[in-house]
């Protein structure tokens, strides 16, 4: 009790300390069936999601035991194929790609997927050294894209 706990508060490092708190950032993670990502990716792109990260995943949910078909052929549920789709937004508000989400991939059956939500600090382009939501604008890429073509 003699002596006193030093505790420390450290800021998240940025370069530059470029982003503003205004720029509310967040990432939408979406784990979908595989038959349903053109719907998922036409609801998104149709919202004003300009960016997306696709990834191949196995799994399963509270579906355990239970048989489904993929392509035909009767799959057992210990590691069933989905899609993980990724969004990080800024502008597009939050609520506005949940509907467009929920809206493409809802059948009401037990594995239609689930929506995760996560806060983001910070975001920062390498090729410029943007931060926070001017590195997740398209409009940033204009000069660029006409630079390389």
Known sequence: MDEAVVVESHATATLGNKAHKTDKMTKVKILINESKFDHLKKALNGIGVTGMTVVNVFGYGVQKGHTTYYRGVETDADQLPKDRVEVVIS????????????????????????????????????????????ALAYNGDAELLRATS
Request: positive net charge.
């Open 91 to 134: 502008k597009v508000p939050l609520q506005k790609v949940i509907e467009a989400a929920r809206k493409a991939f809802y059948t009401g059956n037990i594995g239609d997927g689930k929506i995760f939500i996560y806060d983001i600090e910070n975001v920062i382009r390498v090729s410029t050294g943007e931060e926070g939501a001017k």
